[in-house]
């Protein structure tokens, strides 16, 4: 296929104007986006003809508009919610029109388009798509209650709604229109051969014997062995469809990357990335492929990247392969990982997420995983960096950006990747009880390598996270729903008294800010109460929804020795969380890390109930 830049130019500057067209004329815009993305791979498996014609887009948006009614055929007219009210006013009018009225009305005032070629497009004579116009403009200005003069205006806000920029690359697009070429071709020999085996099978002798094409005589009687039914064919899923070097370089500022290995991969442990824990995240997938990347040329240190795609059998099998994979980062369970941040990526195939790590072996790495789903397939992209060299967030979102806008043209592919939109999100739940603490929550504390290991929830009849100033009960009404666990680091040498405990509870809404208020109390009156006790509050925060507190409690034991505590109290809601820490000499935790702590604390929180009367 020739002029790919010709074609580029073509597909940017012709593919917003189908969208809108397509939106109003079946009211339904992720099937017109993907009616308008497929016309386009059409287009280009037929360029060569199409480039040459006088009207391209003519030839383009018949194919798009085709699509979009076929795909919207079996959806009631428009159901998005949040339009703008211009928008959903002007869809109204437009859904109150027979469709034949609705798309001659269309084409006359969003294309250029004479009434010859609307009456060809429309198929009708030209006397009766005139008639068909006049009604149309007439019915649709009372619906929209604006004059025919000003009905071209009030498309304007509805090409401002589509207009997000989420479109796949026209390289992805050319590159699915060679492929349907490539289809095509071997179609066409198949269908050649089978024609010649259905000739051979008409052809026979009198005593019923007819040729095979390998020239053996077989009686025409003979069914011949029997067959079991075939093994349905393995979804397309093309090593092109994968993010390339130079994409990965683009989001990686300073390392250049080249591909060292893609393949499907079926051999070895199948374990290709940190935190991962099988082989693939749909077990009963029907394709698979990963591509591994090395940086190119010298490096000081060893960055790691790598992409995952997954085809799974559906939608809800592709969103539990989502969920998955996005478990494996959430909860990571590599020695000595921490979850740092979690992000939802707004416009992004049909659901995105970005979760950032830091693990502590040897210098330490930060890791940006993204995991995305676009229809049947998930896809997921790792980076691994020392501490101090990672891409921004921003930029790893749009290297997930990119691996959705590669894989959105296959078959089975939902909405493609956009423009990236980052928004903060709670940590995904990774315990039986969702509101608590995880391993992968914690930070290391000084001069210790081995990893937190947590012991499993239990029903909080004691609560080892409170201080001798407060002694909080979690087993008792108002409390429901206690809960309790302690993280020890047992490959260590440390006394036994060394550990993090954090127990929930859940109380109704108007006693829950009063039970955290009565923690206060107690550890502001302490230092009176208990003689040889200080303690210093080091954060407070008061909400109507919302508290969080941190002391440092010191109780002296003797001249010479005494205990340090760190203790905090959270509310989201309805939810309590207490958590308390006993440090060992020189080992604990960095300045502010337990204040960190709590404020994951708090945020795990938001997964729990949010009122109870």
Not at 139 to 162: K, L, W
Not at 248 to 262: D, M, Y
Not at 439 to 460: F, H, K, M, N, S
Not at 572 to 596: H, L, R
């Amino acid at each position: 296929m020739k002029d790919p830049d010709q074609f580029d130019h073509f597909y940017k500057d012709v593919r917003n104007r189908l969208l809108v067209l397509t939106y109003c004329l079946t009211g339904d815009l992720s099937s017109s986006r993907a009616a308008v993305r497929d016309a386009f791979v059409v287009t280009w498996h037929h360029w060569r003809k199409v480039s040459k014609l006088e009207d391209p887009e003519a030839w383009t948006r018949v194919r798009a508009c085709a699509r979009a009614q076929r795909r919207h055929t079996a959806k009631l007219w428009h159901r998005e919610k949040g339009l703008d009210p211009e928008v959903k006013a002007t869809l109204d009018a437009l859904g109150k029109l027979p469709v034949t009225q609705r798309r001659v009305l269309l084409l006359s005032h969003l294309t250029t388009a004479s009434l010859a070629e609307i009456a060809r497009e429309v198929g009708l004579p030209r006397v009766d798509t005139e008639r068909e116009l006049q009604t149309a403009t007439s019915q649709f200005a009372m619906a929209r209650e604006v004059p025919t003069t000003s009905i071209r205006t009030v498309f304007e806000p509805v090409r401002a709604h589509v207009d997000d920029g989420r479109w796949p690359r026209a390289t992805i697009v050319r590159r699915s229109g060679a492929a349907r070429r490539r289809t095509h071709t071997v179609i066409g020999v198949a269908a050649t051969v089978a024609a010649l085996v259905l000739t051979g099978t008409l052809v026979g002798d009198a005593t019923g014997v007819r040729p095979t094409l390998t020239g053996e005589r077989v009686a025409a009687s003979d069914p011949g062995p029997s067959s079991s039914p075939p093994t349905p064919e393995p979804a397309d899923l093309p090593a092109e469809a994968l993010v390339s070097s130079d994409e990965l370089t683009r989001t990686t500022p300073g390392t250049r990357w080249e591909v060292a290995r893609t393949d499907d991969n079926s051999t070895g442990s199948g374990l290709v990335m940190p935190c991962q824990d099988e082989r693939y995240a749909d077990p009963r997938g029907t394709a698979a492929l990963v591509r591994r990347f090395d940086p190119a040329g010298p490096a000081h240190s060893t960055p790691t990247a790598v992409q995952t795609a997954q085809v799974s059998m559906s939608r809800r099998a592709a969103a539990r392969g989502f969920d998955t994979a996005v478990g494996w980062f959430a909860g990571c369970q590599t020695d000595r990982a921490q979850l740092l941040g979690t992000h939802a990526v707004d416009g992004v195939g049909d659901e995105a997420m970005l979760l950032e790590l830091r693990t502590w072996d040897g210098d330490g790495s930060t890791v940006l995983a993204g995991v995305a789903r676009t229809g049947d397939l998930v896809t997921t992209t790792l980076t691994r960096f020392p501490v101090g060299r990672q891409p921004s967030l921003a930029r790893s979102a749009a290297l997930l950006s990119d691996a959705v806008s590669g894989l959105c043209m296959l078959q089975g592919a939902g909405s493609c990747g956009g423009a990236p939109r980052l928004r903060d999100v709670a940590p995904v739940p990774v315990t039986s009880v969702p509101t608590m603490l995880a391993e992968v929550d914690l930070p290391p504390v000084t001069g210790i390598r081995d990893p937190w290991v947590g012991t499993e929830p239990r029903q909080a009849r004691s609560n080892a996270a409170a201080t001798g100033c407060d002694q909080t009960d979690f087993s008792a009404a108002p409390v429901s729903d206690g809960a309790t666990r302690t993280f020890l680091i047992p490959d260590a040498d440390l006394p036994a008294e060394f550990g993090l405990t954090e127990t929930v509870g859940t109380l109704p809404a108007a006693k829950a800010g009063a039970f955290v208020d009565q923690v206060r109390a107690e550890l502001a009156a302490c230092p009176d109460k208990h003689m040889g006790t200080d303690v210093v509050r080091v954060m407070h925060v008061d909400e109507k929804d919302r508290d969080l507190s941190v002391w440092h409690v010191t109780t002296q034991i003797s001249d010479d020795e005494s205990v340090d505590y760190l203790m905090g109290v959270a509310r989201d809601g309805t939810s309590v969380a207490q958590v308390g820490f006993v440090p060992a000499p020189k080992v604990g935790f960095a300045p502010g890390a337990f204040v960190g702590i709590m404020e994951r604390a708090l945020a795990r929180l938001d997964t729990g109930p949010t009122s109870r009367s």
